[in-house]
């Protein structure tokens, strides 16, 4: 064997040879790992929603309508956010809208579902000692239909609105141009709670609602009531659903009318959903 120009014997090509072999049996970077697929992959778990984010005050903004934006009281913001005086807010400044980690609102309502006619329990099959008797008493008893089981409850989020006053819709919702809808009627008419609720503001502080109380029915829903002549209930004040709770009027607006808005979380929604067909 000739290896650079030198010729080996087979002692000196052997030994090279072991070498060169050794070389190519022992890689200079360790083995890969082996993976056990053998094994059940690890649970994923999903991650828990975050609360929502703080909100930056804008020019125009006041307690009150960032409040109604997000559902909420405008006291539990003033108290989340240790404001001494909430009608001093200023422009850029970050504001909690949502209750902090492991607490609730004290202005969230608790509602009931509608309550459904309870369905009779069923009745134990007779042994076959007694089966003789209550066979003959029933044979002349119609059976059960299973149309005539009860539908199921209503879940509390869906509520039962009904409609705040009796004239006739004049304005339809508009996400960007009218949040709500407007209801005619004569000055004076009664302004009904269209739920049972909390108030949660009653009074004159934004712009273009005039006289305006809002109700907080739920951790979901609010409705506000706006351009009253006068206003018969107070903020923290519990109310029926149908009880009077303010008069008809024109205040900060072009007619006598009634400006009626459902939220859900802050959000407009369109209250002719929501409401029982006229």
Not at 159 to 180: H, L, S, T, Y
Not at 218 to 246: C, F, M, P
Request: hydrophobic share 40%; proline share 12%; net charge positive.
């Amino acid at each position: 064997m000739i290896i650079s120009g030198r010729r080996w014997g087979d002692g000196g090509a052997g030994i090279m040879l072991a070498l060169w072999l050794s070389g190519c049996a022992s890689p200079s970077h360790p083995p890969a790992p082996v993976e056990d697929r053998t094994r059940a992959a690890p649970a994923v778990v999903a991650p828990t929603p975050a609360s929502p984010g703080p909100y930056r005050v804008r020019p125009g903004d006041t307690l009150t309508r960032i409040a109604l934006d997000h559902g909420q009281s405008w006291r539990d913001l003033a108290r989340w956010n240790q404001l001494s005086n909430p009608d001093r807010i200023e422009v850029g400044q970050l504001l909690r809208v949502a209750p902090p980690e492991g607490s609730e609102s004290p202005s969230a309502v608790v509602v009931t579902p509608i309550a459904e006619p309870p369905v009779a329990p069923s009745v134990p099959a007779a042994s076959a000692s007694t089966a003789a008797a209550p066979a003959a008493a029933s044979a002349s008893a119609p059976a059960a239909s299973p149309a005539t089981a009860s539908p199921p409850a209503r879940p509390p989020a869906e509520m039962a609105f009904a409609w705040p006053a009796q004239g006739p819709a004049i304005a339809g919702f508009d996400e960007v141009r009218n949040k709500g809808i407007d209801i005619a009627g004569r000055a004076g008419d009664p302004v009904l709670a269209a739920a049972d609720g909390q108030v949660v503001y009653a009074g004159a502080g934004l712009r273009g609602y005039g006289n305006l109380i809002i109700i907080k029915h739920s951790a979901t829903y609010l409705t506000a009531y706006a351009h009253n002549q006068r206003l018969l209930v107070q903020e923290d004040q519990r109310v029926k659903q149908g009880q009077k709770i303010a008069e008809m009027g024109s205040s900060d607006a072009d007619r006598v009318k009634l400006h009626f808005e459902i939220r859900r979380n802050g959000k407009p929604v369109d209250p002719v959903k929501l409401l029982p067909p006229r």
